[in-house]
């Protein structure tokens, strides 16, 4: 059985009449407020009068005048005196002259005394050869007695610079087999002369690296 609400506590009974006479106090209280509020009255501002705090003056403003240049000075007089009249010893203004105080002004020559030494080259366009070929350097190799005997054998390779003048510097050997080999290798090749390497046209300094071969005949 369903229960069923008391009407005296059943709000949705008066809920419109409610909100009518709520929203109907409302409205009248504001209008209320609105009317009987007073409106503020205006306050007139006095305008003071203002100080001057500067004060202008005028400025006469004066011409000046440009004056005139001054005349250019007068030529200084030059008296003319003749050889016979001025002697050596003696300058235009009658000083006479120490020649033992006038220093002498000689053009010097400088000598760089470290000049810069020409670049070497690894790579020209005409590399140096050795004149006669490479047969000259064996013609002039000499096989160590001791390496014969002992079956040494191989390449021992030199570096050398060849110089403008086809001659050689700094000899060095940069691989040996032993047994004396590298030593007859130097002595074989400062034997030879070389064509120098040209670059351009002209003879410079080239760095080579030379094989020289050590074989034993059958």
């Given at each position: 059985?369903?229960?069923?609400?008391n009407?005296?506590?059943?709000?949705?009974?008066?809920?419109?009449?409610?909100?009518?006479?709520?929203?109907?106090?409302?409205?009248?209280?504001?209008?209320?407020?609105?009317?009987?509020?007073?409106?503020?009255?205006?306050?007139?501002?006095?305008?003071?009068?203002?100080?001057?705090?500067?004060?202008?003056?005028d400025?006469?403003?004066?011409?000046h005048?440009?004056?005139?240049?001054?005349?250019?000075?007068?030529p200084?007089?030059?008296?003319?005196?003749?050889?016979?009249?001025?002697?050596?010893?003696?300058?235009?203004?009658?000083?006479?002259?120490?020649?033992?105080?006038?220093?002498?002004?000689?053009?010097?020559?400088?000598?760089?005394?470290?000049?810069e030494?020409?670049?070497?080259?690894?790579?020209?366009?005409?590399m140096?050869e050795?004149?006669?070929?490479?047969?000259?350097?064996?013609?002039?190799?000499?096989?160590?007695?001791?390496?014969?005997?002992?079956?040494?054998?191989?390449?021992?390779i030199?570096?050398?610079?060849?110089?403008?003048?086809?001659?050689?510097?700094?000899?060095?050997?940069?691989?040996?087999?032993?047994?004396?080999?590298?030593?007859?290798?130097?002595?074989?090749?400062?034997?030879?002369?070389?064509?120098?390497?040209?670059q351009?046209?002209?003879?410079?300094?080239?760095?080579?690296r030379?094989?020289?071969?050590?074989?034993?005949?059958?």
């Open positions: 059985m369903a229960l069923q609400k009407p005296r506590f059943d709000l949705k009974l008066k809920y419109r009449r409610t909100f009518e006479m709520a929203l109907i106090l409302s409205l009248s209280s504001l209008i209320l407020a609105f009317y009987y509020t007073p409106s503020p009255e205006l306050e007139k501002v006095e305008q003071k009068e203002t100080q001057d705090l500067f004060r202008t003056e400025i006469i403003q004066t011409i005048e440009k004056l005139p240049s001054p005349p250019p000075k007068p200084m007089p030059i008296a003319a005196t003749t050889e016979d009249d001025t002697p050596d010893d003696i300058d235009i203004e009658g000083n006479e002259i120490d020649n033992n105080i006038i220093p002498t002004l000689l053009p010097t020559l400088v000598v760089d005394t470290n000049p030494p020409p670049p070497i080259f690894v790579w020209v366009e005409n140096p050795p004149i006669g070929g490479v047969e000259s350097i064996y013609e002039n190799l000499i096989y160590p007695e001791f390496a014969v005997r002992a079956g040494i054998q191989g390449s021992v030199l570096e050398a610079v060849v110089n403008e003048d086809g001659s050689l510097s700094d000899i060095s050997i940069v691989k040996g087999i032993g047994g004396g080999c590298e030593e007859a290798a130097v002595m074989a090749l400062r034997q030879v002369s070389f064509n120098p390497g040209k351009r046209g002209k003879a410079v300094k080239v760095k080579v030379l094989p020289i071969k050590f074989l034993l005949e059958n």
